[in-house]
């Protein structure tokens, strides 16, 4: 099912996973402590994240493929270690930041500029729109 | 891997053109909060990088806290009755 058609809009997908998680969180977590819930509800974010964007970016999937690969997300970005040349497209003094972007974007260490940059672009927008989510989730359930 | 991006991964580093670049640069620039670069387009792409990594790092922060704070309302919340009540105010 191509998602881009649907009726469904993005945020609803987005919604619907993380408050589905949430739920199944809170009743496998009953005896855990603190903080391994807070990790679990951290990878629960980034999942219904990747999952919202159906695919479409290399970002959502390689937090995908991480979380299936060790069971859970330890770290934010999953560097696959492709051995390809980078083409050096950006200015003197860019390839820094651009190194330090690709360390931060999940899935991107093997990308050139064009496609770097593309990449960053979809995954703030994606970032915003989760943390703007769980910001209405705590100020409704704050406010029961 | 799929292929539905135009752009081939194997092409040499003439098929990327300065323009697209720049587009892409001013794309970022649209993106990041207002507060952060301002709208002048005389910013260079080393400052917009920058900005954007720290931007990341910000927004990677933010999902931490926010993290631990439903961490803590979901021991004294009952989720599945809270859904309804969430769902409603995101339709709305």
Same mark, same amino acid.
């Given at each position: 099912?191509?998602?881009?058609?649907?009726?469904?809009?993005?945020?609803?997908?987005?919604?619907?996973?993380?408050? =589905?998680?949430?739920?199944?969180?809170?009743?496998?977590?009953?005896?855990?402590?603190?903080?391994? !819930?807070?990790?679990?509800?951290?990878?629960?974010?980034?999942?219904?994240?990747?999952?919202?964007?159906? =695919?479409?970016?290399?970002?959502?999937?390689?937090?995908?493929?991480?979380?299936?690969?060790?069971?859970?997300?330890?770290? !934010?970005?999953?560097?696959?270690?492709?051995?390809?040349?980078?083409?050096?497209?950006?200015?003197?003094?860019?390839?820094?930041?651009?190194?330090?972007? !690709?360390?931060?974007?999940?899935?991107?260490?093997?990308?050139?500029?064009?496609?770097?940059?593309?990449?960053?672009?979809?995954?703030? !927008?994606?970032?915003?729109?989760?943390?703007?989510?769980?910001? %209405?989730?705590?100020?409704?359930? %704050?406010?029961? | 891997?799929?292929?539905?991006?135009?752009?081939?991964?194997?092409?040499?580093?003439?098929?990327?053109?300065?323009?697209?670049?720049?587009?892409?640069?001013?794309?970022?620039?649209?993106?990041?909060?207002?507060?952060?670069?301002?709208?002048?387009?005389?910013?260079?792409?080393?400052?917009?990088?920058? +900005?954007?990594?720290?931007?990341?790092?910000?927004?990677?922060?933010?999902?931490?806290?926010?993290? +631990?704070?439903?961490?803590?309302?979901?021991?004294?919340?009952?989720?599945?009755?809270?859904?309804?009540?969430?769902?409603?105010?995101?339709?709305?």
């Amino acid at each position: 099912m191509d998602l881009e058609h649907s009726s469904i809009s993005k945020p609803m997908i987005m919604a619907f996973h993380f408050l =589905g998680a949430l739920s199944h969180i809170q009743k496998t977590t009953t005896h855990s402590t603190f903080v391994c !819930r807070c990790h679990r509800i951290r990878c629960a974010a980034y999942t219904s994240m990747a999952l919202s964007t159906g =695919g479409h970016s290399a970002w959502s999937r390689a937090l995908l493929r991480g979380k299936l690969r060790r069971g859970g997300l330890r770290k !934010r970005a999953v560097i696959l270690q492709r051995p390809r040349k980078r083409a050096v497209r950006l200015e003197e003094g860019c390839q820094d930041g651009a190194d330090v972007l !690709r360390r931060l974007v999940p899935g991107s260490a093997g990308m050139d500029s064009a496609e770097l940059l593309d990449e960053t672009a979809d995954y703030i !927008r994606c970032l915003e729109e989760q943390v703007s989510l769980m910001r %209405s989730i705590v100020n409704v359930v %704050s406010s029961l | 891997m799929s292929a539905r991006r135009s752009r081939s991964r194997q092409a040499g580093a003439a098929r990327i053109t300065d323009e697209q670049i720049d587009d892409l640069m001013s794309k970022l620039q649209a993106i990041l909060p207002e507060a952060r670069l301002g709208r002048n387009d005389r910013v260079s792409a080393a400052k917009v990088l920058q +900005e954007t990594c720290s931007y990341i790092r910000s927004l990677h922060r933010e999902m931490d806290d926010l993290s +631990e704070r439903l961490s803590e309302l979901l021991s004294t919340t009952e989720m599945s009755s809270a859904q309804a009540a969430v769902v409603r105010s995101l339709l709305m």
